[in-house]
């Protein structure tokens, strides 16, 4: 902005502490879940999963039409489900509040998808990706900065044409969940945004 424009801009990105969100094995994780094994898994997660901004619709699009070759991909859904009519693809589990609990459901699925058309930070991706989940994510609020070859796919646009392309690029990688989690541990945990803001504080004194 104008009044802006004459002074240095820092962007600080939130942080993820990887001690909360963490590994957990796939298979105990959908055991606790009681998901079926022989299914992949996408989450999805938003405080309200009905909040169109969010997406869930075009997730449910883009699974549709990936199941009409193979009936093998679900949705787990995080969030409030008020209103949500239902759909045989998704899983609802309502609100989580327990870091613990998320690790469980990001550790349950095998790919983060976040196809938002308006997000504040994007923190749940990189939450997902302390579990060590790859994230397919529309390019909102910070995730061109987020998003690496190594730790996902960020979608050319905001269409359901362009997430279906996202996830089928996803799924014909191989991604290094141990590397994900290394990757977002060095770059978002909570002693690097503090040194951050403490490096940027000396500057500016």
Do not use: W
Not at 99 to 122: G, N, R, T
């Amino acid at each position: 902005t104008s009044i802006l424009q004459k002074h240095r801009v820092k962007v600080i990105p939130n942080s993820v502490d990887c001690s909360n969100y963490k590994f957990i094995a796939k298979k105990a994780a959908q055991n606790s879940l009681g998901l079926k094994s022989n299914f992949v898994y996408f989450i999805f997660v938003a405080y309200s999963i009905t909040d169109e901004r969010k997406g869930l619709d075009k997730l449910i699009h883009a699974v549709d039409d990936l199941n009409k070759e193979n009936d093998k991909y679900r949705i787990i859904a995080v969030g409030d489900n008020k209103g949500f009519l239902g759909h045989r693809t998704v899983i609802e589990t309502g609100l989580i509040h327990d870091s613990h609990k998320m690790s469980i459901c990001f550790s349950a699925a095998d790919y983060f998808v976040m196809p938002s058309l308006q997000e504040a930070f994007s923190q749940s991706p990189i939450e997902a990706m302390a579990c060590g989940k790859p994230a397919i994510v529309f390019p909102v609020s910070g995730t061109e900065e987020l998003i690496t070859t190594k730790n996902g796919i960020l979608c050319e646009g905001f269409s359901k044409a362009d997430l279906l392309n996202g996830i089928k690029m996803a799924l014909k990688k191989e991604f290094d969940s141990y590397e994900i989690r290394r990757d977002v541990s060095e770059r978002f945990s909570v002693q690097t945004i503090v040194k951050e803001y403490m490096d940027f504080y000396k500057q500016i004194q």
